[in-house]
């Protein structure tokens, strides 16, 4: 299926943004994705970069602090309600699913 | 230390090419240093399997992007990735030693996001180009009708280039349209596929310098065999092709768009060091002066056949030079397309006929004596059909403005001339 912009979040996006309910930094991000998905989704440093700079040009997340070369995110009103509604989708998906294989 | 330069063409879809030609590099105990524009530079050391990954930096490059570049190094060192070297949009990294780091790009979408953007920029880029070299060579010509009348060189470039240029704007629109049918494409699921053109550009690229520096050299060869001095237009030509050349070998400013003063320094550099050599090479290329200077010189009637040898230039469809007796003078006959260009050439030949005599002043004592319709000072146009050019006594130069030319009327009535000097 055709996937506009954010309208669907891809793993990596989904996982960043859950990263940035609290504020974080870079390196930090990276390290809480492996943590939350208990090591299953790795997302590079490169991938990482460019979707922090899409996401702030499109107010899903905001620069709260930018001590140097360390600059700390965290995910804004928007992002999470493009969340919410990544959660929402993947649950009425996995509903969908699971009621399809009780059958 | 051992150095190995290799000449490398690539574009935003060969990074993964890349990175794995840098792997088997290593394994052979070469080692990545640096990365330039056209080639990649290697150092000897031990044959080692190293992990390399070439990432292409997502943001539009600026000057001042040093803090947000070195942002970027920074995530790529904590993830295990260390900065090798850099060259535009393309950045290096190895991968620490015992470390074994994720990709850079975890997600093929964003790659592919990553890659169209640089791809769009690049598109841009080569259009914005074709369009400033077209609008250069339309002031060029309002500016300077006179290089392109009389140089073929120039002639061939204007209209060389802009048919070029024409045939990019052509292949970017297609590729442009080809990317947004592949970003559709990929949004709808489909995988990209990263390809390897690395061998293929790179043979291209090469090949398009050699025929670039051979069209150059078999020119100067050209002149040189015919003993005609090279035009102007030259030291210009080299001096823009030594420009991009700079542009695209040298290591620019970490990567980044060289500012404009640089490329004014770069420009003036080059272009004094061109007329430096090109001015002592000249010499070589000169039109001897067939008057030896105590010489003196015998016009009398001559025989038409066997005294004149044509020759075709492209763009001067028709050109006859005569040659008086024993060979002391050469007159030139020119068939010019009309009447502006038959002006305009005959005042540059008249500049490099003067520069070609050693004697000038018995070359103009000699025609001085011309008969009085020849010498108005300015040009004289005989009739209606030929023009029989004389300047300032100084030389004498036929330019037929029609292209039917009747060489033995206007052969006759120069050498009708010709005969009435008694220069003994």
């Given at each position: 299926?055709?996937?506009?912009?954010?309208?669907?979040?891809?793993?990596?996006?989904?996982?960043?943004?859950?990263?940035?309910?609290?504020?974080?930094?870079?390196?930090e991000?990276?390290?809480?994705?492996?943590?939350?998905?208990?090591?299953?989704?790795?997302?590079?440093?490169?991938?990482?970069?460019?979707?922090?700079?899409?996401?702030?040009?499109?107010?899903?997340?905001?620069?709260?602090?930018?001590?140097?070369?360390?600059?700390t995110?965290?995910?804004?009103?928007?992002?999470?309600?493009?969340?919410?509604?990544?959660?929402?989708?993947?649950?009425?998906?996995s509903?969908?699913?699971?009621?399809?294989?009780?059958? | 230390?051992?150095?190995?330069?290799?000449?490398?063409?690539?574009?935003?879809?060969?990074?993964?090419?890349?990175?794995?030609?840098?792997?088997?590099?290593?394994?052979?105990?070469?080692?990545f240093?640096?990365?330039?524009?056209?080639?990649?530079?290697?150092?000897?050391g031990?044959?080692?399997?190293?992990?390399?990954?070439?990432?292409?930096?997502?943001?539009?490059?600026?000057?001042?992007d040093?803090?947000?570049?070195?942002?970027?190094?920074?995530?790529?060192?904590?993830?295990?990735?260390?900065?090798?070297?850099?060259?535009?949009?393309?950045?290096?990294?190895?991968?620490a030693?015992?470390?074994?780091?994720?990709p850079?790009?975890?997600?093929?979408?964003?790659?592919?996001?990553?890659?169209?953007?640089?791809?769009?920029?690049?598109?841009?880029?080569?259009?914005?180009?074709?369009?400033?070299?077209?609008?250069?060579?339309?002031?060029?010509?309002?500016?300077?009708p006179l290089?392109?009348y009389?140089?073929?060189?120039?002639?061939?470039i204007?209209?060389l280039?802009?048919?070029?240029?024409c045939?990019?704007?052509?292949?970017?629109?297609?590729?442009?349209?080809?990317?947004?049918q592949?970003?559709?494409?990929?949004?709808?699921?489909?995988?990209?596929?990263?390809?390897?053109?690395?061998?293929?550009?790179?043979?291209?690229?090469?090949?398009?310098?050699?025929?670039?520096?051979?069209?150059?050299?078999?020119?100067?060869?050209?002149?040189?065999?015919?003993?005609?001095?090279?035009?102007?237009?030259?030291?210009?030509?080299?001096?823009?092709?030594?420009?991009?050349?700079?542009?695209?070998?040298?290591?620019?400013n970490?990567?980044?768009?060289?500012?404009?003063?640089?490329?004014?320094?770069?420009?003036?550099?080059?272009?004094?060091?061109?007329?430096?050599?090109?001015?002592?090479?000249?010499?070589?290329?000169a039109?001897?002066?067939?008057?030896?200077?105590?010489?003196?010189?015998?016009?009398?009637?001559?025989?038409?056949?066997?005294?004149?040898?044509?020759?075709?230039?492209?763009?001067?469809?028709?050109?006859c030079?005569?040659?008086?007796?024993?060979?002391?003078?050469?007159y030139?006959?020119?068939?010019?397309?009309?009447?502006?260009?038959?002006?305009?050439?005959?005042?540059?030949?008249?500049?490099?006929?003067?520069?070609?005599?050693?004697?000038?002043?018995?070359?103009?004592?000699?025609?001085?004596?011309?008969?009085?319709?020849?010498?108005?000072?300015?040009?004289?146009?005989?009739?209606?059909?030929?023009?029989i050019?004389?300047?300032?006594?100084?030389?004498?130069?036929?330019?037929?403005?029609?292209?039917?030319?009747?060489?033995?009327?206007?052969?006759?009535?120069?050498?009708?001339?010709?005969?009435?000097?008694?220069?003994?």
């Amino acid at each position: 299926m055709a996937r506009n912009q954010f309208q669907t979040l891809s793993e990596p996006m989904y996982y960043i943004l859950l990263a940035l309910l609290t504020p974080c930094y870079g390196y930090e991000i990276m390290q809480k994705i492996t943590e939350i998905s208990k090591g299953r989704v790795q997302v590079g440093a490169g991938t990482l970069y460019a979707l922090l700079a899409r996401f702030e040009n499109e107010g899903i997340i905001n620069q709260i602090a930018d001590d140097g070369r360390r600059k700390t995110y965290v995910a804004t009103d928007l992002g999470k309600e493009l969340l919410r509604q990544e959660i929402k989708r993947l649950k009425s998906m996995s509903e969908e699913g699971e009621a399809l294989l009780d059958q | 230390m051992k150095k190995l330069w290799i000449p490398l063409s690539y574009g935003v879809n060969d990074t993964r090419a890349m990175s794995e030609l840098f792997e088997r590099f290593a394994k052979k105990g070469w080692h990545f240093d640096k990365l330039y524009g056209t080639g990649v530079l290697f150092i000897k050391g031990e044959k080692q399997a190293c992990a390399y990954a070439v990432d292409l930096f997502s943001l539009k490059r600026k000057n001042n992007d040093d803090e947000q570049l070195q942002e970027y190094y920074d995530f790529c060192a904590q993830s295990g990735w260390e900065f090798a070297d850099g060259y535009d949009q393309y950045q290096v990294f190895k991968a620490a030693e015992g470390a074994e780091p994720i990709p850079l790009q975890s997600d093929d979408e964003v790659a592919f996001d990553i890659l169209y953007q640089q791809r769009i920029r690049e598109i841009g880029h080569s259009v914005y180009e074709a369009f400033s070299t077209i609008l250069l060579l339309f002031l060029a010509y309002c500016l300077f009708p006179l290089d392109f009348y009389t140089d073929d060189l120039f002639l061939m470039i204007g209209i060389l280039t802009p048919v070029l240029d024409c045939l990019i704007l052509l292949r970017q629109a297609f590729r442009y349209v080809k990317m947004r049918q592949v970003k559709k494409a990929v949004a709808q699921g489909e995988p990209y596929i990263f390809t390897n053109h690395l061998l293929s550009r790179s043979i291209r690229d090469f090949t398009v310098l050699l025929l670039c520096i051979g069209f150059l050299a078999g020119y100067m060869l050209f002149k040189y065999l015919r003993h005609e001095q090279l035009p102007g237009t030259i030291y210009y030509v080299i001096a823009l092709v030594n420009l991009l050349l700079i542009g695209r070998y040298v290591k620019r400013n970490g990567g980044r768009t060289l500012k404009p003063k640089t490329y004014v320094k770069i420009f003036c550099i080059s272009f004094i060091g061109c007329s430096l050599l090109f001015g002592i090479l000249d010499h070589e290329f000169a039109a001897s002066s067939h008057v030896e200077p105590s010489r003196v010189i015998r016009m009398t009637n001559v025989d038409e056949q066997g005294k004149f040898t044509k020759n075709s230039s492209y763009f001067v469809p028709y050109q006859c030079q005569y040659e008086a007796l024993e060979n002391d003078y050469q007159y030139r006959l020119y068939v010019a397309r009309d009447l502006k260009s038959s002006e305009t050439l005959f005042d540059e030949l008249l500049k490099e006929t003067t520069r070609g005599f050693k004697d000038a002043q018995s070359i103009k004592a000699a025609l001085s004596k011309l008969n009085d319709e020849f010498t108005v000072s300015g040009y004289y146009l005989n009739d209606e059909h030929t023009d029989i050019i004389v300047h300032d006594n100084t030389s004498i130069i036929i330019i037929e403005s029609n292209l039917s030319f009747d060489d033995p009327y206007v052969i006759r009535q120069f050498n009708e001339q010709l005969s009435k000097l008694d220069l003994s």
